[in-house]
């Protein structure tokens, strides 16, 4: 049985791990916060900052688990801009931690990663396609990946996209953030020129869990397989959760004079991953039912 150490279980994607593989297997999990976000799910849980090599290689010296996942990141990509060497801290030296701490453990370890480790300009993406990065986020990102290829490890890099899902405590997501914006009535400005294949949180856990079944290890792209337009994706929150399309303005990135590069087509093709797996994600629509079943469940 598998032992799943959990590095940013209170993040979107962490909690999302969390109840995937809760009733499957030993979870633990950590995050920098001083609590755990998610206390209705019985599990250890451990403070730790990434950048803490002793405190990391305690933890997992501790635990000895079978499997880690690292979904903990500096993913503000406007403030890595800003602040370059806390992003290369988290987002590489936190990678390395965590390396140099598997030794002799040998755990399987799961990076994930981004569609930003692609410049944009020549999308929809394989896994064999030569990245491009732009930017502090998406070089630190790459270069991560780079420090796990070259690690004497098992691993999955699991670079993903445009995540959404439902989680306690979480930053607001891009389908979260427009239906909270939409629900008070208040007008956004949308993009139309930035392009990409759209990740259900549950589906990107289902599809590693697959992975590991298959142990099937490697790069992989995990994410939705509709490749659609921020603005159409908004669109489509619309329709789903009754939302006044109206209020949304259709822009075009420039507009927005934001500090980091954006990738204009990073869309993935996602071959690789329904071959290793049979195994294939929710339609955006689908995806979007099911998010309003889990919020109306919560909320009412």
């Not at 064999?128 to 890099?157: C, F, M, Q, W």
Request: aromatic share 12%.
């Amino acid at each position: 049985m598998h032992k799943i150490l959990i590095f940013g279980s209170n993040g979107l994607l962490g909690q999302n791990l969390v109840r995937h593989f809760y009733h499957k297997y030993e979870i633990f999990g950590a995050s920098f916060e001083d609590e755990n976000y998610i206390p209705q799910y019985h599990f250890p849980y451990y403070t730790v900052n990434l950048t803490d090599r002793l405190g990391v290689a305690e933890l997992i010296n501790k635990i000895e688990p079978t499997v880690i996942f690292n979904a903990a990141a500096f993913t503000n990509v406007d403030k890595c801009e800003d602040d370059p060497e806390t992003c290369w801290n988290v987002n590489v030296r936190g990678v390395e931690n965590i390396v140099d701490a598997c030794g002799t453990i040998k755990p399987i370890l799961v990076q994930v990663s981004t569609d930003y480790v692609f410049d944009g300009e020549n999308g929809p993406y394989t896994e064999d396609d030569t990245p491009n990065p732009r930017g502090n986020y998406a070089r630190s990102k790459y270069n991560a990946e780079k420090v796990v290829s070259n690690a004497d490890l098992e691993y999955i890099i699991a670079r993903t996209q445009v995540l959404f899902g439902n989680g306690k405590r979480i930053r607001p997501n891009f389908v979260t953030w427009v239906i909270d914006r939409l629900r008070h009535k208040e007008k956004i400005r949308i993009v139309d020129d930035q392009i990409g294949t759209p990740t259900y949180a549950p589906d990107f856990c289902q599809a590693l869990d697959r992975l590991l079944q298959n142990e099937a290890f490697g790069l992989f792209h995990i994410s939705g397989a509709e490749i659609i337009s921020r603005y159409d994706f908004a669109l489509k929150i619309c329709d789903v959760f009754d939302l006044d399309a109206t209020l949304i303005e259709r822009i075009k990135s420039k507009d927005l004079k934001q500090k980091a590069p954006r990738p204009m087509n990073s869309s993935f093709k996602i071959y690789k991953l329904i071959n290793y797996t049979g195994w294939e994600p929710h339609s955006i629509t689908e995806a979007l039912q099911l998010l309003k079943k889990e919020l109306q469940a919560e909320h009412g």
